[in-house]
């Protein structure tokens, strides 16, 4: 989770096994909030959708 400004974010590196065909460095989504505790709620949700994105990439390209 990083903050920038007041709004909080989610933070996610890029894992190496993908890094090559992966567009991004890392995904950095909008936790859309100023709260540190609604943020903290938020960012276990935000890292699931984050891990499916990235399980979703892992298949497209295996095949």
Do not use: C, N, W
């Not at 065909?21 to 890292?47: C, G």
């Amino acid at each position: 989770m990083a903050r920038r400004g007041a709004v909080f974010y989610q933070r996610a590196a890029i894992p190496v096994d993908i890094k090559d065909s992966y567009p991004k460095a890392e995904e950095m989504l909008s936790l859309k909030t100023k709260d540190r505790a609604e943020a903290l709620r938020l960012v276990r949700i935000a890292a699931v959708e984050v891990d499916e994105r990235l399980a979703k990439h892992r298949r497209r390209i295996t095949l």
